[in-house]
């Protein structure tokens, strides 16, 4: 997508949006700062289909709901002498699209294009994490449900940008796994948008809308090899950069005694893992009319992904244990 003028207007207040929301101590100015940074995600979704439209005004309408239960949740907390973060937990909630509140972003996400869809799943979701951290309500059962939607519904799913979704869900879920501390959430939040970004990069690339799409693709040997890699660190096979968050995420439900989280974490991490070896299957393992060692046309952000994905992991256990 082509970055003109308005989108960079767009874009720079949205940031200026999580700024003021991470930046405030004060509960109107965090919830000012979250609805300019996603009321500003809307000219960016803005394409010349027709659809387009119709994933804005869902989004819109969600975003609307959501505010307007989070005003409502504010307002119980700054009247009561009991602070009840019940509804505004489930603001929060349906903003992020945890579930059971998913299913708005399943048929926003579909038209759009590689910007809004990252920024729908990465920096749109920085704020209201940032209040779900202060609330002080148990959401276990909502980590259940969310890793079992994430990776149980994503079996079924031929769409890619749809798969992408779904697997957002399940990372939702672990990052939500470790709301309680900030250093653990924002590591694994940081390190899920690179590795989201370059898989939303090289499927761009590889112009796929479907999955059984992939196997038509035979000038790209390398992003094949980058998509392979990349959705193995997803998955968080050692030693990608994509088992370190999952480690840290292992490490501290350990410590806070979180097991059956955690079990339901480990099972559904390997149905995550079987749709995401799915996908790398169809590109690399059908028959090609090109031999599969045939690297000749290399390009450098596909051999960068596949290098960052691959040093990453050593380099931080080798900082931990130097600490």
Known sequence: MKMNSSKVFFLSFMIVGVMICLCSNNWLFIWAGLELSLITLLPIMQTKLMITSESMMKYF????????????????????????????????????????????????????????????????????????????????????????????????????????????????????????????WSFYLLVYSMLILMLIWILNKMNSIYTNQMILNEELTVNKYALWINLLSLGGMPPLIGFSIKLVIIEFSISKMMIMNLLVMILMSTVVMFFYLRMSYLTLMFYSYSPKWNMHNTKKISSLIIILNLILTPFILLIKTLN
């Open 61 to 184: 309408l969600v975003q609307s709901i959501s505010s307007g239960l989070l005003i409502i949740g504010l307002m119980i907390i700054l009247t009561n002498t009991m602070s009840n973060y019940f509804i505004m937990t489930v603001a929060i909630l349906m903003k992020m699209a945890v579930a059971p509140f998913h299913s708005w972003l399943i048929s926003v996400i579909e038209p759009l294009q590689p910007l809004a869809m990252m920024l729908m799943l990465t920096v749109s979701k920085i704020s209201p994490l940032m209040i779900l951290s202060f609330t002080q309500i148990s959401i276990s059962v909502i980590i259940f449900i969310t890793l079992t939607t994430g990776s149980i519904m994503g079996l079924n799913q031929s769409a890619v940008k749809k798969l992408i979704a779904y697997s957002s869900i399940f990372n939702m879920g672990l990052i939500i796994m470790a709301i309680k501390n900030n250093f653990i």
